[in-house]
């Protein structure tokens, strides 16, 4: 089993529409996470981090953690074309463990 | 330059060239890493480097042997590389090792033919 599971999509939607990426984690040791933002020829850079259940929100995106059922959410309100990116979760011991990623279309 | 630069971008190479890769980071961070990401698969975690030493090897193959000569370069030597290399390969680097933020460059796309 995958320490870090994530749905690699692609996952389109419309512009102005609610985004929800998702991931699952089997590693209780994490002591906390990270959401990565990759464009396309890019390298993967970091949007949110989170340590304990709970919400964590700034601007347009809202980090999520419910470590009772080790799952962990980004929402992405008013999606626009311009968020169209790869996300990537990663949990933290002493190193980061990431998610496949999951490819997301925002269309016009 | 500003955050981390890696060259080339992009790389084709056959299985009995050697070449290398390069790594720079102009954030004066302490710790910078090999990544190889291969399509629907996660970001696999190959070298550390804390402070010029290596502090990991993630069960990398010897065809993949890295250099840092300090702190803010690293390099990525190949030789006889398998088709099954063929991935991005991405350098990040972080103020220490560890958990800390990482920042990555914008890869190259190696092709092993």
């Known amino acids: 089993q995958k320490e870090v599971e994530q749905d690699p999509g692609p996952l389109s939607v419309p512009e102005g529409a609610i985004v929800s990426l998702n991931c699952t984690y089997s590693n209780s040791a994490f002591q906390y996470f990270m959401w990565y933002r990759q464009y396309s020829r890019k390298g993967p850079e970091l949007l949110m981090y989170?340590?304990?259940?709970g919400n964590k929100e700034d601007g347009r995106f809202t980090a999520q953690v419910d470590k009772s059922s080790k799952y962990i959410s980004l929402f992405i309100r008013d999606s626009q074309p311009s968020d169209s990116a790869t996300y990537l979760c990663a949990g933290v011991t002493d190193k980061l463990i990431f998610g496949t990623g999951t490819r997301l279309q925002v269309f016009p | 330059e500003t955050g981390v630069t890696q060259t080339p971008r992009h790389l084709v190479m056959g299985m009995t060239n050697k070449k290398s890769l390069k790594c720079e980071q102009h954030?004066?961070?302490?710790?910078m890493y090999w990544y190889k990401q291969s399509a629907k698969k996660p970001l696999e975690l190959m070298f550390v480097y804390n402070f010029k030493e290596q502090t990991e090897n993630n069960s990398v193959p010897s065809r993949f042997s890295p250099e840092c000569p300090n702190s803010s370069h690293l390099f990525l030597h190949l030789h006889t590389l398998q088709p099954e290399d063929s991935a991005l390969y991405l350098c990040?680097?972080?103020?220490?090792?560890?958990?800390?933020?990482?920042?990555f460059g914008p890869g190259t796309r190696l092709t092993v033919l």
């Open positions: 954030l004066g961070h302490n710790a």
């Open positions: 989170t340590y304990s259940s």
């Open positions: 990040a680097s972080s103020q220490d090792a560890g958990s800390d933020t990482q920042y």
